[in-house]
């Protein structure tokens, strides 16, 4: 049954995403605890999202949308969309802190929930995404 159910793109998603918030979050709030009397929370924000999205590229390459070929354009695409993510979660981060006066952790983790929502659907259409003609739309297409 999990066999059936990992076969599904979502779900995959799903659960990749749900580890990879977590290790993004736990990335952001060891950094927090490290720094954050030093460095402001939008600065943790910026040096987590470095270390985080070179995970999240891999395990959703390879594991979600499972495609091969591209590394460089995926990348590129990966980073764009990502990047509106972190410009997303720029946004939220100082509204949920400075408005709705959240600890700066529990602003994160609602910050990054609604982030990760929001990009499934830009990574399956512009990330990872195979031209048309392919033999598969998440395979490399024969040279």
């Not at 929930?113 to 003609?133: E, K, N, P």
Request: charged fraction near 15%.
């Amino acid at each position: 049954m999990f066999e059936r159910l990992w076969r599904e793109e979502r779900l995959r998603f799903l659960a990749i995403g749900v580890a990879n918030t977590a290790f993004g979050y736990a990335v952001f709030a060891w950094i927090e605890v490290l720094l954050g009397d030093r460095w402001p929370y939008l600065a943790v924000l910026l040096g987590s999202y470095g270390v985080s999205v070179v995970f999240s590229f891999f395990t959703q390459r390879l594991l979600v949308f499972r495609v091969s070929g591209y590394l460089f354009t995926d990348a590129m695409r990966f980073l764009g969309v990502s990047s509106s993510g972190l410009l997303l979660n720029a946004a939220l981060l100082p509204l949920l802190v400075e408005l709705l006066f959240l600890p700066v952790l529990l602003a994160q983790a609602l910050a990054l929930t609604i982030g990760a929502c929001v990009l499934y659907l830009a990574h399956s259409r512009i990330s990872f995404r195979r031209a048309t003609g392919a033999s598969s739309p998440r395979q490399e297409p024969p040279r």
